[in-house]
């Protein structure tokens, strides 16, 4: 990829179009690191999770984690991507004290997935295709803690399994940028790569922009921002390199090619250092881990055990009638998708009943428990309810057996006391008249009580049948089928309602 400098004349904003160019770096969740059998683990007390070979002690040799391989099979099956046959990795050679082998085991010429692209769909409905170029394996470096006359190295995350992605520069503005990152948080999450907090560090995004002119091939120079740790500031940080960008080529300035990193603070990115010459990292073909045949058999074994895909479940939730709302909201976190999932898997008769019971009332709990410091957090995992449970109270409710407002006084009682929802409404008295040799006496019962309010429906007066209705109800003590109620009092009077 060549960048150069944009000739000063273009500088009419309209004219100048960003050119975007992502890479993305997570920990592949594994039970080992990526060439040594010390712990994948996080959070753990400094430099204990460290074997010989993460150090870099004389005579010690890279095993290959092939467990690692198998999730990036399985990432790039999910992006339409080539898988390549043969394993094959390089040493990157730089020093510096992260680093304790003096280079890094990566996949420079040889990736184990390339070309494949992942569909976004933007704020305004359009679908925006992004190609990503291609996507590696590669170990970490340990992490450093730099102090006011010291530096502390913990090299518990030297050699953690990362997967590096990076996409084709055909990013042409933030929004796109955004839900690029989004899309590949949502994949690596759901397929059980990496639990995608970017906040935590489990991902990263390094982020190339550059301006050029409307329908010109020629890139300007390109500036990169360094490890932007949520999807609201990888929208935001890149927003602002753009218009940096475009306002010092309108003022007759040139882009200069540097390091940049974004502010929180600030909102903006700011000059971590300006790069002069590309650094050399004299790659060759790492000679301690020979090429690597990846057999039929175990790359279609990764394949079938592949987890169902985001889009998968989109498709299934909308087919069962939940709109976008809906599905965006289950889609927020997999834990959700999962157990309401389960719950389908016991037939509802109504996903959008199912989907308020969970979303609504079940959630409110869990949300309200982790802001609430004096009382256990409830999860899904400690529920005092099945899924079965929750499917019988939609079922009752769609059935017409108990309303709305009722299911929630039931729910209340599975949630605090873990009763069954039949047990629940009967101990409430709340369970629906719907026989229609019970209906029709208190039907009766109140027309002829309520005659002058027959007589003003018979004229024209619409609000009469719904008071009409209320006083069954209230004859009945809440307890009359509200859809039974009124279809007897509208045939009483062989009204089309």
Not at 15 to 35: D, G, N, P
Not at 82 to 90: A, H, K, V
């Amino acid at each position: 990829m060549v960048f150069f400098l944009l000739p000063a004349q273009w500088i009419q904003s309209d004219t100048l179009h960003a050119v975007i160019c992502l890479h993305l770096e997570k920990f592949a969740i594994s039970r080992l690191k990526m060439f040594s059998a010390s712990p994948n683990t996080y959070h753990m007390s400094p430099n204990s999770q460290t074997s010989l070979y993460d150090l870099s002690m004389p005579g010690t040799m890279p095993v290959v984690n092939m467990e690692a391989v198998r999730y990036a099979i399985k990432f790039g099956t999910a992006l339409h991507m080539n898988i390549d046959r043969t394993l094959y990795f390089d040493r990157k050679n730089y020093f510096y004290p992260d680093l304790p082998k003096g280079y890094q085991i990566t996949q420079q010429d040889h990736p184990i997935v390339s070309h494949g692209h992942l569909d976004v769909t933007l704020r305004d409905g359009t679908i925006k295709r992004i190609d990503v170029q291609r996507a590696h394996l590669e170990e970490d470096t340990c992490k450093q803690t730099h102090l006011a006359t010291m530096t502390l190295e913990d090299y518990n995350r030297c050699g953690v399994p990362l997967l590096e992605i990076v996409t084709e520069p055909c990013i042409t503005c933030a929004e796109e940028a955004a839900k690029y990152v989004e899309g590949i948080r949502e994949i690596v999450t759901f397929l059980g790569i990496s639990d995608g907090r970017m906040d935590e560090g489990s991902m990263r995004c390094d982020t190339n922009v550059s301006i050029k002119p409307k329908g010109s091939t020629v890139l300007g120079t390109k500036v990169e921002v360094k490890n932007i740790n949520t999807v609201q500031n990888v929208e935001k940080a890149i927003a602002f390199e753009i218009e940096r960008q475009k306002k010092l080529i309108e003022s007759g300035g040139h882009v200069e090619q540097e390091t940049r990193r974004f502010d929180e603070k600030l909102q903006e990115t700011v000059l971590e250092r300006k790069k002069t010459n590309a650094v050399d990292y004299k790659y060759f073909r790492e000679p301690n881990i020979m090429p690597i045949d990846l057999s039929e058999k175990f790359i279609q074994n990764a394949i079938d055990d592949m987890a169902e895909l985001p889009w998968e479940f989109r498709k299934e939730f909308h087919d069962l009638g939940l709109d976008d709302y809906q599905t965006e909201q289950l889609m927020l976190d997999k834990k959700n998708v999962y157990y309401f999932k389960k719950c389908l898997a016991e037939k509802p008769l109504d996903a959008k009943i199912l989907w308020n019971l969970f979303m609504v009332g079940v959630m409110s709990y869990i949300n309200k428990s982790e802001k609430d410091a004096e009382s256990d957090v409830l999860t899904l995992d400690t529920l005092k309810f099945t899924p079965r449970d929750l499917v019988d109270l939609a079922n009752e409710i769609k059935s017409g057996k108990i309303n709305s407002k009722q299911g929630k006084t039931v729910l209340d009682d599975m949630v605090l006391k873990g009763e069954k929802p039949s047990k629940s409404i009967e101990d409430h008295g709340f369970e629906q008249i719907s026989d229609t040799s019970t209906i029709l006496p208190i039907v009766e019962q109140v027309i002829a009580a309520h005659q002058d309010v027959v007589d003003g429906w018979h004229h024209g007066k619409d609000r009469s049948l719904g008071y009409l209705v209320g006083q069954v109800m209230k004859e009945s003590h809440g307890k009359a089928n509200p859809v039974e109620k009124r279809r007897k009092l509208s045939s009483r009077f062989i009204v089309d309602c």
